[in-house]
């Protein structure tokens, strides 16, 4: 392999090393001061999805009766997806917070929920104090329903086997096409009948 070669495979794969890249990050804002910035992001969402956060993490100025608000930008797409919770929630949960991510049959992000822990809402009079985010990341992937199986009718009867039965001496014997051969000629076998006793018996004798 020339060297040539070999750099322009290099630049191929790399290509394609940051088109995958690119394909599989979650990049999630959330505002401060009016202004959303950049938080962190989430990566490897074919495999084990990954949170990475900014030096922006830490809210400033979190309010008490306030919403935290979120945007988070699919970035292969640029699709936009947006989420918010009370901040209060946040400080109940000591700033636990979950991504779940929905992927369809395609590997591609289509929703994307955000939630804080379990714990209820608390009223609190001091200033909140924003501390960094203890982030879990829950990757749904689609689960292939049950193919229906198709049964094809036969619609050719096959042809109906004679009935077979035993006399006395233990001798199989046909029924069926006995029965179906005498149904079908009884009056040809009835007129035999017939001539054959006519034609046996002498004629009248005449009176002398």
């Given amino acids: ?12 794969a790399l290509c394609l090393f940051s088109l995958v890249s690119v394909q599989a990050k979650l990049s999630i804002y959330h505002i401060q001061d009016g202004d959303y910035i950049k938080r962190g992001e989430i990566t490897d969402l074919s495999t084990t999805p990954v949170y990475t956060p900014t030096k922006h993490e830490i809210l400033v100025k979190p309010e008490a009766k306030a919403l935290y608000k979120l945007k988070i930008k699919d970035d292969s797409t640029g699709r936009l997806m947006m989420s918010s919770i009370p901040y209060r929630q946040l400080v109940a949960n000591d700033w636990q917070d979950t991504f779940k991510i929905h992927l369809d049959d395609k590997g591609e992000v289509y929703h994307v929920d955000y939630y804080a822990g379990e714990n209820a809402c608390t009223e609190t009079k001091t200033p909140l104090v924003g501390e960094a985010f203890k982030t879990t990341i829950q990757l749904i992937k689609p689960v292939p329903g049950p193919v229906p199986r198709l049964i094809q009718l036969n619609t050719n009867k096959p042809a109906s086997q004679p009935s077979s039965g035993v006399n006395k001496e233990g001798t199989v014997v046909e029924i069926q096409e006995e029965q179906s051969f005498f149904r079908k000629y009884w009056y040809i076998i009835a007129l035999g009948g017939i001539l054959f006793l006519s034609a046996t018996n002498p004629p009248p004798e005449e009176a002398k």
Avoid: E, Q, R
């Fill in 1 to 12: 392999m020339t060297l040539i070669s070999f750099n322009a495979s290099l630049v191929w």
